[in-house]
């Protein structure tokens, strides 16, 4: 059964960078027709798509976020990653990695690892 | 961007009642709308793909409909482990963007 496990930092200073990792277990994460997201949620508050990335390296971003967001992916290790740069409190949430298959909402999630900006 | 705008955003209900969610887009989406439950301090489960096609393991008292701009959830009779918030979201182009959520509460 595939399992996604987000790990990182959970204090991130202003104006420095989020880093986080999803692994991938149970699965490969160079299956074909599959994306790797980032969804955050800040306390309280609802779902936002940050971004995904395929396998080969592909990426699309949450415009809001695109000039301060790399999504990566490592075939070798089944990671894919984030990086977030100049963060602020505003940033605070729960980041959440997901699978999602084309043409169908997200169907495997990790547990979500919460991420506090500190000012 | 296409807006995805939920209502209500709170629903109060009972255990056996019908519960109906409504999901509006702000332009066409097609069917390309998914439909998840979360519960506090859980990641969200995904509940209906493609507006109306339940996925495994969910039960058969929800369901989906809609097509264009206009979609509903609905839950024929609530159970005491419905009560959630429901988020849609609309995967017909980037950016995917989410509902703002419509919590459904014990009345």
């Known amino acids: 059964q595939l399992q996604l496990q987000e790990s990182g930092p959970g204090l991130v200073k202003s104006w420095e960078t989020l880093s986080l990792t999803c692994t991938v277990s149970g699965g490969s994460i160079t299956i074909s027709d599959y994306f790797w997201g980032w969804i955050r949620q800040p306390p309280g508050k609802g779902l936002e798509w940050i971004g995904n990335?395929?396998?080969?390296?592909?990426?699309n971003y949450s415009p809001s976020l695109k000039s301060r967001l790399t999504i990566s992916v490592d075939t070798s290790k089944n990671q894919f990653s984030l990086k977030l740069t100049s963060v602020t409190p505003a940033d605070t949430a729960v980041y959440y990695c997901?699978?999602?298959?084309?043409?169908?909402?997200?169907?495997?999630w990790g547990r979500g690892t919460l991420v506090t900006v500190s000012s | 961007d296409i807006q995805m705008t939920q209502s209500p955003s709170t629903l109060s209900a009972s255990v056996g009642d019908r519960v109906t969610i409504t999901c509006r887009a702000s332009q066409s989406i097609s069917s390309w709308l998914a439909w998840y439950q979360q519960k506090p301090g859980k990641a969200p489960k995904f509940l209906i793909n493609k507006a109306s096609s339940l996925e495994s393991g969910v039960p058969s008292r929800f369901s989906g409909s809609g097509s264009g701009t206009e979609f509903t959830l609905t839950i024929s009779s609530l159970q005491p482990d419905d009560f959630a918030t429901y988020y849609c979201q609309q995967y017909h182009s980037y950016p995917l963007t989410f509902g703002q959520g419509t919590k459904v509460e014990i009345k």
């Open positions: 990335v395929y396998y080969s390296g592909r990426t």
């Open positions: 997901a699978r999602r298959k084309s043409y169908s909402g997200s169907g495997d």
